[in-house]
């Protein structure tokens, strides 16, 4: 398996503008997770997903983040409007169950000027 | 307010001697605690992982002691080797189902 796959691997945008970020999880997968890091507050749960379902959105930080996963293959994290301070790693991670350890993607680094 | 701690940021090891790293922890409804290891432009990879039944879990070079009293654990590299010079970071989570939680990581540096 290819692993986690994460696109963009960098995205730069203007304050403002809408920022889509996209997950293919690890297929056969059940658990998906949408973490972000930064240096104040390291890496952070932002949403996961059970299924397909959003099971716990309480690290989303504003209405101005949204997510979903239409079916078991592909997520996004969608940003609108962008703002300087999303600027992070935006990670992706998947798992079969939730006892283990979880596969990270290799993350989206979001610049927003 | 933070669950999980990693009151260190950075680490400086010699390579052959140990490194320590330390993580303490707030919730104690956690039931399982890993450590995973992140290398720069890449994702954090599993390393180790220990269930709260246990004190102590070994694979290789790398052990993890777990204190539930304490509520500390840590991670054990022996020999430090260059490496393993990236960011560490400790996580955990309950039987609740909840996702990992992590710390804040520490960046370990082995020099030669």
């Known amino acids: 398996d290819a692993g986690v796959i994460q696109s963009p691997r960098h995205e730069v945008t203007e304050m403002g503008q809408e920022v889509t970020l996209r997950c293919k999880p690890i297929?056969?997968?059940?658990?998906l997770f949408w973490y972000r890091q930064t240096m104040m507050r390291g890496l952070e749960l932002l949403i996961y997903?059970?299924?397909?379902?959003?099971?716990?959105d309480s690290g989303m930080p504003e209405d101005r983040f949204s997510a979903k996963m239409p079916n078991a293959s592909f997520s996004t994290l969608k940003i609108q409007p962008s703002e300087p301070r999303d600027s992070a790693v935006y990670f992706c991670?998947?798992?079969?169950?939730?006892?283990?350890?979880?596969?990270f993607g290799s993350g989206t680094r979001l610049t927003v000027v | 307010d933070q669950q999980v701690k990693q009151n260190s940021p950075s680490l400086s090891v010699q390579e052959g001697r140990i490194s320590i790293l330390n993580c303490d922890y707030t919730?104690?409804?956690?039931?399982?605690f890993l450590w995973y290891k992140k290398y720069p432009a890449e994702g954090p990879t599993f390393l180790i992982s220990?269930?709260?039944?246990?004190d102590k879990n070994e694979d290789g070079r790398f052990t993890v002691f777990l204190n539930k009293s304490a509520k500390h654990l840590s991670l054990h590299i022996v020999p430090s080797q260059p490496g393993d010079s990236a960011v560490y970071f400790c996580?955990?989570?309950?039987?609740?189902?909840?996702?990992?939680?992590f710390g804040k990581g520490t960046t370990l540096s082995v020099s030669s």
């Open positions: 997903f059970n299924n397909n379902v959003p099971i716990d």
């Open positions: 996580a955990a989570k309950n039987q609740a189902g909840t996702a990992l939680i």
């Open positions: 919730n104690s409804m956690f039931d399982y």
């Open positions: 220990i269930s709260s039944i246990k």
């Open positions: 991670a998947s798992s079969f169950g939730q006892r283990y350890g979880y596969t």
């Open positions: 297929s056969g997968h059940d658990y």
